[in-house]
């Protein structure tokens, strides 16, 4: 099956009009760093293609190699044990030394050096110790005595678990954010400067015509969250800045956007359009699958629409996987101004129909006014993503040539990593909270998704240049670029990110002959 889609990633659908085959991406957010481990090599790597013939076009590497920004089923089983953060386990000392015990195990490749007061080798002198009444289980060739029998207590056991529980630990905070999370340090929910910092945003927007580049300026470091729906509005170009005219515009808007639904969302089931409307389907339960709001039925409904009209008023490049992921932010954004309470957890069919029908028109209209500034990303041969991948590839090696040779080295190509940087725009690599941040400058940025992006990826990359050095194999470090340990950013992590991607497009965006070699 994976191979039949290789052959024909790069097909146009004749049914549809523009298509091109769905860009696979990794189903799985990033996981926990505290449960990070590093994992044996699979005998047969399946990225053999790769190391043996250096790929010369796009095209005869998405032909000739397996989806390296993948990670399917059969993988997943064997490298995502574990993939819950700690305070999912049951709760008890059994779960704590269970956990601390597969790290170890993973962390030393030895089974028989983990808690040597737990498991018991077989004797030489020829006794079973389960002769002895105690109960065991067998392990690869070995006895571990359950936990009933185990001496748990004992002195290194003991001194074990306690300076794993004193280890500084984050607290675990929600995929999307609430108003008290305004940092991931847990800090209070509204200071005295961000309380100024709303007034002035107040200000802005309570002036009978808003000046869109004050609130720009304001914006690029973080809009509070009270504000965030009506700001991402203004600086999408959704809404004018004329403060009379809004109700009327959005009035408008959202019955045209209904009026689509009439006219063309009941041919979602023609030949033409089946196949785009079978491959929405398909991937809307994959979209953030540990956050119970985009489970809930009616918001899945509310994607399958907003997908399906984008792509059938947009033939040039249809849909794309990946799009799926961009109405995310938007509709988090908008519906967190009708709650106040945990939004991820939150039952949309609570609302009612008019308001839940405004979110679905505000989030359809602010993702194709994103789009309209990415499309090339997304038409056939998605050369926009081909483009920033080679400018990132040259940026790294003026930046940082130690990484870049590194990747060299490995043989470890751009594209086999930074592809779903650029198609999900990091989506797949932040907790949600944080692309909402991240995406607050960008809306600020003249051309944020775009062109800024690219210094962020950049900024991104070299964040993690000590784990990267440290890798000494091909598939240790593309799992490591695929598995980023950003699960406990916040705000903070997001603004020096940020802050370095300005850096280096203050030094290289206006400098060509210091961009290139």
């Known amino acids: 099956m994976a191979t039949d889609n290789r052959i024909n990633f790069w097909r146009r659908n004749t049914k549809v009009p523009g298509s091109v085959q769905p860009v696979y991406g990794a189903q799985h957010p990033p996981l926990d760093p505290r449960l990070r481990r590093t994992y044996p090599k699979d005998p047969k790597p399946k990225f053999n293609n790769l190391k043996s013939k250096k790929a010369c076009s796009f ?25 819950f953060p700690m305070s999912f386990m049951p709760s008890g000392q059994d779960s704590t030394l269970s956990v601390h015990s597969q790290k170890l195990q993973h962390e030393t490749g030895e089974t028989e050096h983990v808690l040597p007061h737990i498991l018991t080798p077989p004797r030489n002198d020829g006794h079973n110790p389960v002769d002895d009444g105690s109960e065991c289980e067998g392990v690869n060739g070995k006895f571990v005595k359950s936990s009933s029998d185990a001496d748990i207590s004992t002195s290194s056991v003991r001194a074990s678990l306690q300076k794993q529980q004193s280890l500084p630990v984050r ?122 709001l985009f489970q809930q039925p009616a918001v ?91 400018a990132l590839e040259e940026l790294v090696s003026r930046i ?64 993690w240049r000590r784990e990267i050095l440290c890798m000494v194999d091909f598939q240790s470090l593309l799992m490591l670029l695929q598995n980023l340990p950003t699960i406990h950013w916040g705000n903070e992590e997001v603004g020096l990110l940020l802050a370095e991607a300005y850096r280096l497009k203050y030094m290289f965006a206006d400098a060509p002959s210091h961009y290139k070699r």
């Not at 095209?59 to 993939?83: L, V």
């Not at 999900?424 to 775009?450: K, V």
């Open 400 to 463: 940082d040539v130690d990484i870049h040779n590194h990747f060299k080295k490995y043989e470890v190509e751009y594209l086999q990593f930074a592809f779903r940087w650029m198609n999900n725009l990091l989506m797949r690599e932040l907790p949600l909270r944080c692309t909402i941040r991240l995406w607050d400058t960008y809306q600020a940025e003249a051309e944020g998704f775009s062109h800024f992006h690219l210094y962020v990826c950049a900024a991104f990359l070299i964040e």
């Open 59 to 83: 095209h005869e590497f998405a032909c000739s190699t397996n989806d390296a920004w993948d990670i399917d089923d059969e993988e997943d089983d064997n490298f995502c044990g574990t993939p």
């Open 300 to 390: 899945q409904e509310v994607f399958e629409r907003i997908l399906f009209i984008w792509a059938i008023r947009h033939p040039a490049s249809g849909y794309v996987q990946g799009i799926n992921d961009l109405v995310t932010p938007f509709f988090v954004v908008f519906l967190s101004e009708f709650v106040t309470e945990d939004v991820e957890n939150f039952d949309v069919a609570a609302l009612p129909l008019e308001t839940q029908r405004n979110i679905e028109a505000d989030s359809f209209w602010c993702m194709s006014k994103l789009l309209d500034g990415i499309q090339d990303n997304y038409t056939f041969a998605q050369p926009g993503i081909q483009n920033k991948v080679k």
């Open 171 to 292: 607290p675990i905070i929600p995929l999307v954010a609430r108003i008290s999370d305004q940092n991931a340090s847990g800090a209070p929910p509204m200071t005295v400067r961000e309380k100024n910092r709303l007034d002035k945003f107040k200000q802005l927007l309570a002036s009978p015509n808003t000046d869109l580049e004050e609130l720009r300026k304001h914006s690029w470091s973080g809009i509070p969250r009270e504000v965030r729906p009506i700001t991402w509005r203004l600086l999408s170009g959704y809404l004018p800045a004329n403060k009379e005219r809004r109700e009327l515009v959005l009035k408008r808007k959202r019955e045209e956007y209904f009026g689509f639904i009439e006219q063309y969302y009941h041919s979602r089931t023609d030949e033409h359009y089946k196949d785009t409307y079978r491959q929405i389907h398909i991937d809307i339960p994959r979209t953030n699958p540990l956050i119970p």
